[in-house]
């Protein structure tokens, strides 16, 4: 099969690429970037006015399935990753049984070459059961796929199985990915800690539960040298640290999600339980400190956090509702609308943090567009501008606070090994 794209303002940081020119792909693979490429047996789609980039990479969806295929499952997950730009996801391990042994991992691969949308990559467990006891068998667990290590939902409370996790991964060139968060600190709590909970008459999260576990996991990185990364980083101090330790040579990356840098505190105003994520909607200052961590690269990639809950589990009292929200579908609209109109990235820096820089810290030959490299391909209108409707999600959940909202930037097509797996 062959595929000539059209006419697109081609992006990549990695090849030094930007420039409007044709992408041909065959088979599976990019064979030819050129102006004015012309094969009689290849497709055409005229990009014109549209932007080439590299499929999206997301370091951290939630995809339920095995054990709550009512709220997402691997085929409708990697739809609405499709219907995002994204042909490649990392699924977290808090599934039902856990991502903790290679039958899961192996059921997950499967199902994902089932689907035949995208590639699912496994994180598994750092301990057994996500109990926080016993480490898993994170040697058998690479084997068969798992390109990541995390105990995300259930952070991992005792710093010397933290310490001999980040040793065990770090043998095997494996991230350990840590969801920062004192639990005897956050307990019962359901937001930012802060005016706004008082004034709601909510239980708040102090900051300072994440922080700490943030400092702490730093210090075990900087003794070990293994690879570290913090996901979903919300408060301003947690940049702080992250942005030092960098300065001083510690393996650390992190990731944020669109909905930290785009919504505050506020906007739990109308108790929306959509709004209610882990960790929680910070004040402004935190949003800054986000977008500014994105700018000078303490923040080195963009992950959704993609959460679907059934409509039943959501519809209920703030307090009552689950944490989480989805986020596939509307990342790219985000980050055009939240900064790069505001100026905060350019549009090939967002390309990076969606992308490139994600594939790098998994360790995967993803996330770029060269001749020979895989055919990957998100094709986009950064200035389309769309109201966010139920229609537009393809998850089986639609728990989103940015239903109503008008975003500008749209996935036109998305393809995943050389095929057409999206498009409008």
Partial sequence: MKLIIKNARVIDSKSK??????????????A????????????????????ASAGFVDLHVHLREPGFEYKETILSGSRAATAGGF??????????????????????ISASKKAGLINVLPIGAITKGSQGVE?????????????AVSDDGKPLSNAAIMRRALEYAGMLKLPVIAHSEDTDLSAGGVMHEGYMSTKLGLKGITRVAETSMVSRDIELARYTGSHLHIAHVSCRESVHLIRDAK?????????????????????????DPNTKVNPPLRDIDDVKAICEGLKDGTIDCIATDHAPHAESEKDVEFDAAPFGMIGLETALALGISNLVEKGILTLTQLMDKMSYNPSK?????????????????TVFDPKQKWEVTEGDFYSKSKNSPFLGNTLKGRVILTICGGKKVFSI
């Fill in 17 to 30: 690429i930007d420039d409007v020119l044709d992408i041909l792909i065959e088979g599976k693979k990019i």
């Fill in 32 to 51: 030819k970037i050129d102006k004015n490429i012309k094969d009689n047996d290849a497709d055409v789609f005229d990009a014109r006015n549209l932007v």
């Fill in 87 to 108: 042909t490649t996801v990392c699924c977290m391990p808090n599934t039902n049984p856990v991502i903790d042994n290679q039958g899961v991992v192996e059921f997950i």
């Fill in 135 to 147: 480490l898993s068998e994170m040697s058998d667990l690479k084997d068969v796929g798992v390109v």
């Fill in 247 to 271: 300065k001083n040579g510690v393996n650390v990356s992190a990731e944020c999600t669109p909905h930290h840098f785009s919504l505050t505190v506020e906007s739990l105003v109308t108790y």
């Fill in 361 to 377: 810290i998994i360790n995967i030959n993803k996330g770029y567009i060269a001749v020979g490299a895989d055919a990957d391909i």
